[in-house]
């Protein structure tokens, strides 16, 4: 049981290029989210999805796209890097969208863009 | 909008030392609140939660209960260990919608042997 995991842990762009970050959780869970973590402001909500199939938009959405073609993966795609993106991206699943409910969280994808 | 205002950091502490990392919340109706934690290198994992005023969660030696009056979740711990370096969040689920945490700014604390 790996739990939440993501592709890759680290990378390095440049301004413009694009890439797709990759979470996979094997616990079942219908809903996931991404998150973005910068120095002295916690954990911002980027996009999250309560099931297959479906996405929503979080606190910071711009500039994000993201897909969740199959239950046990949620993806996120920048199209257009820029530095503001420059982070580290934590993805998170839970059982189910009840506020008492423990989110799961991978190890983080640091992401800096040049 | 929902908020959650932690003390600021960085907190150095000698081992068994007591701990508080004080936490304040705004929110509509009575969220859930946590305490995550994040070690050097790892994604985050829940330390403790509460759900309900006067609740208190409990996990490795700390504590925080739900001030519904204060709304307040500060974290406490009697005795620190060097493994407790870490950074932890407070962080609240609003009651309605489908959960989207709000987390404070993150505390990083250091024990020194």
């Known amino acids: 049981n790996a739990g939440v995991t993501q592709t890759p842990k680290f990378r390095v762009l440049k301004t413009g290029q694009s890439m797709t970050l990759l979470c996979a959780q094997d616990?079942?869970?219908?809903?996931m989210y991404w998150y973005r973590q910068d120095p002295g402001m916690g954990l911002r909500l980027i996009h999250y999805?309560?099931?297959?199939?479906?996405?929503a938009k979080g606190e910071v959405p711009d500039g994000y796209n993201v897909s969740r073609l199959k239950k046990q993966n949620f993806l996120l795609g920048l199209e257009s890097a820029a530095p503001s993106q420059t982070s580290v991206y934590f993805c998170?699943?839970?059982?189910?969208?009840?506020?008492?409910?423990?989110?799961?969280f991978g190890p983080g994808t640091r992401l800096t863009v040049l | 909008g929902d908020s959650v205002t932690q003390m600021e950091g960085p907190v150095t502490l000698s081992e068994e030392a007591c701990l508080t990392i004080?936490?304040?919340?705004?929110?509509?109706?009575?969220?859930?609140l946590f305490w995550y934690v994040q070690y050097p290198g790892e994604g985050l994992q829940l330390l403790l939660k509460?759900?309900?005023?006067?609740d208190k969660g409990s996990n490795k030696g700390f504590e925080a209960t739900y001030r519904k009056e204060t709304t307040s979740f500060h974290l406490e711990k009697g005795s620190v260990q060097v493994s407790d370096s870490a950074v932890y969040f407070c962080?609240?689920?609003?009651?309605?919608?489908?959960?989207?945490?709000?987390f404070g700014q993150g505390t990083r604390l250091t024990i020194n042997p």
């Open positions: 998170a699943s839970s059982r189910t969208g009840l506020s008492y409910n423990e989110q799961f």
């Open positions: 616990m079942n869970h219908e809903y």
């Open positions: 999805s309560v099931g297959e199939g479906t996405t």
């Open positions: 004080n936490c304040t919340y705004t929110a509509t109706g009575y969220p859930s």
């Open positions: 509460a759900t309900k005023a006067d």
């Open positions: 962080a609240l689920s609003p009651i309605q919608g489908a959960q989207k945490l709000v």
